[in-house]
């Protein structure tokens, strides 16, 4: 073969099929011409002249020693697109559940100092898991999301004082996308102060604390403690 041919040869590297569904002497191919090129295509005659004798024989399929290496370059392979890694969890600036939110809602977290709840959505049931845990009555459910859609919210330069100042954490996510994350601290006759995980702060008002309790066993009754709202 002449050697005015080897740019030709000198392809990119093509992992060895794994998942991705090629054919074994696709692969063979590909390797013979990996090898080539790392050579420098100096010597391309030669080893091109035993390719179609080697195509011949891909039945044969790569050694052990190949398969292991292909397996631990998957995360870098031509598979990539195929199996895409999750991007970053979008920030939440939302300071109500908007219409669109609360219908495709699946997940609703609410944690506190002296403890935790998450209420997950399977079919048309709530559930509060965890101890105590239970099925969440329709109208518990229903007044909990028609609190936090209602909510009105006015920006303010206040800041907690520190970490330890956040009361109550509320987050309402779709699927892994968080459509709500509030951190409440203080309240005043102007509202809850609010903070985003964007860092910008509001005082809220309409916020029903009784009713979004961080304890299960208050989700298993239809009727919670009397509200205490602003």
Do not use: Y
């Amino acid at each position: 073969m002449s050697s005015s041919l080897a740019p030709a040869l000198c392809v990119p590297w093509r992992r060895p099929p794994h998942e991705c569904g090629l054919r074994a002497k696709v692969w063979v191919a590909s390797a013979l011409l990996a090898a080539v090129c790392s050579a420098g295509c100096e010597s391309v005659s030669a080893s091109a002249d035993s390719l179609p004798v080697m195509l011949e024989g891909h039945s044969a399929g790569p050694s052990a020693n190949d398969e292991q290496a292909a397996s631990d370059e998957h995360a870098r392979s031509d598979c990539r697109s195929l199996h895409p890694e999750p991007g970053p969890a979008a920030v939440a600036t939302a300071t109500a559940l908007s219409l669109d939110a609360r219908r495709r809602l699946t997940t609703l977290r609410i944690s506190a100092h002296e403890g935790s709840v998450i209420l997950r959505k399977k079919g048309a049931t709530w559930f509060a898991l965890g101890h105590g845990g239970c099925p969440v009555p329709k109208g518990r459910m229903e007044r909990t999301l028609d609190n936090l859609e209602s909510l009105k919210a006015a920006p303010t330069s206040a800041r907690p004082a520190d970490g330890d100042s956040f009361e109550l954490q509320i987050a309402a996510l779709i699927g892994e996308e968080r459509a709500l994350h509030f951190d409440i601290a203080d309240r005043n006759d102007q509202g809850d102060l609010l903070q985003l995980n964007d860092h910008s702060t509001f005082r809220v008002r309409g916020l029903d604390r009784r009713l979004l309790s961080p304890h299960p066993k208050d989700w298993c009754v239809d009727d919670p403690s009397a509200d205490v709202r602003l």
